[in-house]
């Protein structure tokens, strides 16, 4: 029997904040400057959704440990003044949360240090201040299930009465793994088709979602 839903887990980049463009831009532009060159559809199907850790090692792996420090750091300078002058949050998930009525909470591959740039800089901060959560508090970021379950275990509430609200693959296979439902927003940079498979809606725009948590 299906569990009736009791937290919403919410993704940050590419859900709440409309990251995911900036970065993939900030990706492909250091890739070409530090000797990896990349598409930017390489970059969705290397990067987005996973942690800042899994991003590392794969440069260090192809460019080595040295080049792969200076690459995340410039990242994280170059994606700061990004956010400063072009983030806002994604189309339809201000009315999209104002409209829904469950208990909900983030749980992102970001750190706390960028989720509190980002979510203050477009206003969202408030919304989940003190239900929070990052991959740098669990062993393995996605597409392991360690952080929902995480997040699920702090928020005190049973992983089958969870949905997660993703925009990424690896967010996807992770809500599987860890027992959840989840509901793949295809608006923003992955292509549905990566985000289709058991227990998973894919939708396209946010307004729609309080409907779709609701049953309709």
Known sequence: MIKPIE??????DGVLVDSERIAVRVQ?????????PLTEDEVID??????????????AARLGEETSVLWWDRFEQLHREAVDTALSPVEGLPEALDAITLPMCVASSGSHEKMRH?????GLHDRFAGRIHSASEVSRGKPAPDLFLYAAQRMGVDPAACVVVEDSRPGVLAARAAGMRSFGYAGGLTAPEQLEGPDTIVFDDMRDLPGLLAGR
């Not at 290397?46 to 440069?59: A, K, L």
């Not at 980002?118 to 477009?122: E, S």
């Open 7 to 12: 937290l919403v887990i919410f993704d940050c």
């Open 28 to 36: 492909v532009a250091l890739g070409a400057e530090l000797g990896w």
């Open 46 to 59: 290397r990067f987005i959704g996973r942690s800042g850790v899994s991003i590392r090692e794969q440069v």
């Open 118 to 122: 980002t979510l203050g800089r477009t």
